[in-house]
Each structure stands twice: as structure tokens, then as C-alpha cells.
């Protein structure tokens, strides 16, 4: 249940709440954002046709050991051309299936995933997550049409001279307004932010310790930024979604606590956004169509994603 102590992010929850904006019955949070007219400007980004997977590859492979409640997705072939090479007229085929947690690679958290008090998102209670039939508020097929807008990518590190973000680094306001000043775009109403803190380097190095261990991320500092400028979703190319370890003493996940929480805002983890960051550094475009709908698995807190930019 928790102690009773004031803590930070539920005092600033307080404040930036946005329960009962959209009316009492809104599973979608700041995806209400993501209007006909912002998904009309974010298809008039695309201009050159590149395209950029951001996503990672949902195999044995992945960052996780087994050891936790996250375990690396397993494939497993169900039919091979082999069981079917007696047909007549000569036809193969193939079949196989997954088996995975929906968080295990690149994801998004939905907003029956993280809460506090015994309240999810615009007074959900806890109990409206069960076993029987998962979340039956919030889940996260309710916004997978809302996830397809402007993206804006955000390049943390080279505002600070680096490749990637010193260990547990709390991105602030000021960074990412830094960022925007670096890069000459600016945020608006219904863009889904990318935020590089160059944390996914570790990954694509092999050090997946390295990469699971302390990270660089959003700070507390960061989520009136995120309120103010009604930023629909939120993706992260690390993996705790936040600054990791807490910096707040006692706490668990205090940034998601407000975000997801508090403003109704979707975060996305694990995102690959170096190739990117390369080009967008090369032809001075920060800004594209950027496709991340998930999947519509039913009664699910989140979803695994193969997010595509387009430029």
C-alpha cells in the first residue's frame, strides 16, 4: 500500500492531472491529442521516402536473461515444409508461432500499467486489472489508431558534446529545450517525442548488462514540459522509460508514476533511434511520420511495437 510520507511525484501528479479532461470515461489519455488534422500534417513529412526501423528484434537475442519477470521472446516453428512434402501437387509450407511477454523488446507501456493509490489512469481502480480478463480499463488497444502522428526526435547527448548519456543522467526541462534550440524544431500539441540518451548503444554493442543496468532518462523536471506542450506519447531508447536507479529515495518508477498516471501519457521503451539520429544530424530534418500502432491483444497493460519512421 505504501507509507504515508509526501512524496514528490504524487505531489506533482496532483498538479498536472488530467483526469476527467476528455470526459469520465477516456481510456486514451494525451493520444486524444493525435487529431484528423495532426495525422494529415504528419503524412505531409514524409518527402524523400526513407524509411527507419526503430524498433528491436523480438528474438532469443533480446536484453533480458530469463532471470525476472521479463523473459526474451521465443520462436518456435509449429509446421515445416518437411510435414507437408507429401502433397500432390508438389505445395510446401510453413507455420510458427511466439511466445513472449508483450514488454520484452522494443514496447509501449499502456496506461493500465502503472499507477499509484490504488488508481489508475482517470480513477481506474486497481481491481480493473485481474487475472480473468486483464485490463478491462485502459488497455492499451483503446489508442493503437492514435499512434501514428508527427514524431519529433530529441538528441540528448550531442547537446552535451557526447555519443550517449552519462550512467543514470536525469534529463531536465532545460535539456530538452536545449535540444529543440540545437535542432531547430520545436514540440507541439499531438507530436509523439523520441528522446535519445544514446543508452541503446549498449545494445547494439552486446553489453545487454550494461544496457539493463543504470540509465540516463526522463526526470520528474521533464513532465510539466510534457503537460504544457500536450505531447501525446513519449518513446525512450532505454529501458526503464526514466532515470534509473529512482533519484527519488524509496521511490518506484516515479516518472511513470506522473506520466502515465497522472497526465494519461503513453511511454514507449527501447526504441532504436541511432540510424536516425545519423540522418536527421545529415539533412537537418527532425521531424517525420512516425507509424508505432502496437498490437490489439485484448485486455493488455502494453504491447510489443516495430515502430517505422518516414522522412
Not at 101 to 118: K, M, N
Not at 158 to 178: F, H, M, Q
Request: net charge negative; charged share 25%.
Amino acid at each position: 500500500m505504501g507509507d504515508d510520507r509526501v512524496w514528490p511525484q504524487h505531489e506533482l501528479g496532483k498538479e498536472l492531472n488530467n483526469w476527467g479532461r476528455w470526459g469520465a470515461d477516456d481510456e486514451i489519455g494525451t493520444l486524444n491529442f493525435v487529431t484528423p488534422e495532426k495525422r494529415v500534417q504528419a503524412a505531409q513529412l514524409v518527402r524523400t521516402g526513407k524509411v527507419f526501423d526503430l524498433g528491436m528484434a523480438f528474438d532469443k537475442d533480446g536484453p533480458f536473461k530469463g532471470s525476472g519477470f521479463r523473459n526474451n521472446p521465443i520462436h518456435v516453428m509449429t509446421l515445416l515444409p518437411s510435414d507437408t512434402a507429401n502433397s500432390p501437387d508438389g505445395m510446401i509450407s510453413a507455420d510458427d508461432m511466439v511466445i513472449t511477454g508483450l514488454q520484452s523488446a522494443t514496447q509501449w507501456d499502456g496506461l493500465a500499467h502503472v499507477g499509484y493509490g490504488g488508481k489508475f489512469y482517470n480513477d481506474v481502480p486497481a481491481a480493473a486489472v485481474n487475472n480473468f480478463l486483464g485490463a478491462t480499463r485502459n488497455s492499451f488497444p483503446r489508442v493503437v489508431d492514435r499512434l501514428i502522428s508527427r514524431g519529433v526526435l530529441l538528441d540528448i547527448p550531442a547537446v552535451k558534446g557526447v555519443d550517449r548519456l552519462p550512467d543514470s543522467y536525469e534529463i531536465t526541462e532545460a535539456d530538452l529545450l536545449a535540444a529543440e534550440e540545437r535542432q531547430g524544431v520545436r514540440v507541439t500539441s499531438g507530436d509523439i517525442v523520441c528522446l535519445r540518451t544514446g543508452s541503446y548503444k549498449w545494445f547494439l554493442e552486446g553489453d545487454r548488462e550494461r544496457f539493463l543496468g543504470n540509465a540516463p532518462g526522463p526526470s520528474l523536471d521533464m513532465c510539466r514540459w510534457l503537460h504544457d506542450r500536450e505531447v501525446a506519447a513519449l518513446a525512450v531508447d532505454n529501458h526503464s522509460g526514466e532515470a534509473w536507479p529512482s533519484p527519488v529515495e524509496g521511490a518506484v518508477i516515479p516518472f511513470h508514476q506522473v506520466v502515465i498516471r497522472d497526465i494519461g501519457l503513453t511511454l514507449g521503451e527501447m526504441f532504436n533511434f541511432e540510424e536516425l539520429t545519423a540522418d536527421c544530424e545529415q539533412d537537418g530534418v527532425w521531424e517525420f511520420l512516425l507509424n508505432a500502432t502496437g498490437l490489439k491483444v485484448t485486455g493488455a497493460v502494453g504491447s510489443p511495437v516495430t515502430p517505422i519512421a518516414l522522412k
